[in-house]
């Protein structure tokens, strides 16, 4: 309540500017006087942003209004492993989640800090014993990339891997230019290798002679995953 208040607040600011510029008859301020009325009248009967039917355009309009109850949200169910009250508990917090397009993860807090306590090997029969793939902590980062529309692609030399952070749907450029603008500007092509390849076949020269690398163009969108060498120059 207290964040729809927030942006009501904004909202009714923005809107007192908007009336008065719309007056001047500009199509673009008129329409962003209607949108700024729907979205206070909206507001003002306790909705949150996140759940109003808008269109791509609109969303685009209401970016620099940087509104706290437009952003997404995702919900970290901490809960007793195994418990029956606990599964009921998370479908409920699922169903209320689900009414404003938000995601639930649920997690056992003890679990996760009992994992973080020990070994690889240890952690990994803790997990066997529980029934588990994997910490719970993974379900939430992949959760909120998903939410964000996020990807990871790796780059790795003979010192240091790294994981880089794009949208989804970067181009290969786009990709570099997370690295540096100059490997953007100056892009020749990007030489890509899975990275379920790149393991398999223990590093860029196996995956290589194995014909697990391909090269990509500027029009190439990176994929989750991916482990790209990129050629510029400038």
């Not at 970016?63 to 479908?91: C, D, I, M, S, W």
Request: glycine content about 8%; charged content about 30%.
């Amino acid at each position: 309540n207290e964040l729809v208040l927030a942006d009501l607040e904004s909202v009714e600011k923005a809107l007192d500017r908007a009336q008065r510029a719309a007056k001047s008859g500009g199509k673009e301020a008129i329409a962003e006087r209607d949108l700024l009325q729907r979205i206070q009248a909206y507001l003002a009967e306790g909705g949150a942003l996140r759940s109003l039917d808008l269109d791509a355009d609109d969303w685009r309009q209401l970016q620099g209004f940087h509104l706290l109850t437009a952003k997404p949200v995702l919900y970290v169910a901490n809960v007793e492993e195994g418990g029956e009250e606990a599964n009921r508990a998370v479908a409920r917090v699922r169903e209320y989640a689900e009414a404003s397009g938000s995601q639930v993860v649920a997690v056992s807090a003890a679990t996760e800090a009992e994992l973080m306590e020990l070994e690889d090997d240890e952690r990994d029969e803790l997990l066997s014993e529980l029934g588990m793939e994997e910490p719970g902590l993974n379900r939430v980062i992949r959760a909120g990339y998903r939410l964000l529309g996020l990807i990871t692609f790796f780059t790795a030399g003979p010192k240091e891997v790294r994981a880089w952070t794009v949208p989804e749907g970067a181009t290969a450029p786009q990709a570099a230019r997370a690295i540096h603008s100059d490997m953007e500007r100056g892009f020749i092509r990007a030489e890509v290798i899975r990275f379920e390849d790149f393991i398999a076949y223990g590093g860029e020269q196996g995956a290589k002679e194995a014909g697990k690398m391909r090269s990509e163009g500027k029009e190439y969108r990176v994929r989750d995953g991916d482990v790209i060498h990129f050629r510029f120059n400038v």
